[in-house]
């Protein structure tokens, strides 16, 4: 008679990028952050999270511009402890506040549908934090914001080479009078960088 064979038990190992892809979705929504400054700068950060049985957090953070590029930067960070995410969003406080789910959702959406209009893709981090979020389905209630500024696309780069790469897709795209741009210039700039924020 044949030995029965023995089955594994270890936990398969998923590298992030396929657990985002995979299994992310099928943790439950946690806390989520809406940019507070997005009505004056058009710009803001937004922040998505995700809840694990054993009480840590995954969460992905959006660069939302309004006004022109949809998302501009993204990143994500997988099983924090809860007491880190705390302190995380803390840090965060003055430039987020508490939100629903659908609020985050409704901007992150819309301003990447706006973008693509003009031809501007979303970073392409995107591409694995995306997963943080729910399909964009009618299930999502809609709420509906106001993207551009005083009627068009207002581009606000922080150099030439940055103004150059969008500009290329909304020349293409739009036409003259649809969209002004600036380049920026001194500290007015949100610091993005996740290294700064653990």
Sequence with gaps: MAKNKKKKTQQEFLSPERFMRERVRS??????????EIDERGEGIAIVSRLHTGGRVSFAVYLVDTWCTGVKDTYYRLRMEEDEFQTYIERMAEHTRPASYNEVHNLIYGALEYASEAGIPPHKDFA?????????????????????KDGKYCLVATGQLEASRYLQHMRRHLKEGEYDYIIAVGPDEMDFSPEDNE
């Design 128 to 148: 694995i934090t995306k997963y943080m979020l729910e399909e964009d389905t009618d299930d999502i209630p809609l709420i509906e914001y106001s993207y551009g």
């Design 27 to 36: 943790l439950q929504l946690g806390p989520c952050f809406f940019p507070t």
